[in-house]
């Protein structure tokens, strides 16, 4: 889970739940029904990577992977949907997810192969912390024995986010413009000083986690997207700390005038 930054405990967590699934596959049969596989509660606060670890867990476990919100189930009267769909939507990616890799093993050994009847593993997550006192919350220990607590995002990780995944938002923005024959270069300067602004926004407007770095990203090179197709080849874009500053000082602007609008 490379792609993710930080969240050791909860990598650790679903490591260690992966892990216990293929140890319990390993048992005999006459055993192995008393090991009741263990769910696993993930709490923390939006953009933190709740979503992203249970996502990444299912594509390196071959799982099908639906992400549920739960208040769109618990709304009173006509407006709630059937919980029963959460089933149905979960069957329906598990077959495309099994017709796709049987086509492959077709594809790569020219034989059928049978589908994958591992049992699933439930990862739920919060953006709220649990009312530990009530009724609800004991019942939900016992059904999510494994609970993990994820921490926000510092102005370091913002930083990792935008450096260190293969696929982070720098480098797509990057590959992008290279397309139209441009070279986007971010100095590091510029690339801390977004980091920098985007955890200074989520303090003072609204903590939305990492996602708060596609806005800051966007922000940045939307005028250099747009001007791209009318560049000459081999144009050299370099995107400093005092761009940066241009480019996203007027969202702290509007964050402080949006305080005083009722």
Known sequence: MERIVGQADAKRAVAIALRNRWRRKQLP???????????????????????????????????????????????????????????????????????????????????????????????????????????????????????????????????????????????????LLSTEGVELVFEDDAVREIARMAALLNKTVENIGARRLHTVVERIVEELSFQAPEMEDGAVITVTKDLVKERVSDMLVESDLSRFIL
């Open 29 to 175: 049969e006459n055993f192995k029904t008393e090991v009741i596989p263990k769910n696993i509660l993930m709490i923390g606060p939006t953009g933190c990577g709740k979503t992203e670890i249970a996502r990444h867990l299912a594509k390196l476990s071959q799982a099908p992977f639906i992400k549920v919100e739960a208040t769109k189930f618990t709304e009173v009267g006509f407006h709630g949907r059937d919980v029963d769909q959460i089933i149905r939507d979960l069957l329906d990616v598990s077959i495309n997810l099994t017709k796709k890799r049987k086509t492959e093993l077709m594809r790569e050994e020219d034989l059928p192969s049978a589908p994958n009847t591992a049992t699933s593993t439930l990862i739920t997550s919060s953006s709220l912390q649990a009312a530990r006192s009530t009724r609800a919350s004991r019942e939900l220990q016992g059904r999510l024995p494994i609970r993990v607590e994820l921490q926000g995002l510092t102005e370091d990780d913002m930083y990792r986010i935008l450096t260190e995944p293969i696929t982070n938002m720098i480098r797509q923005q990057v590959e």
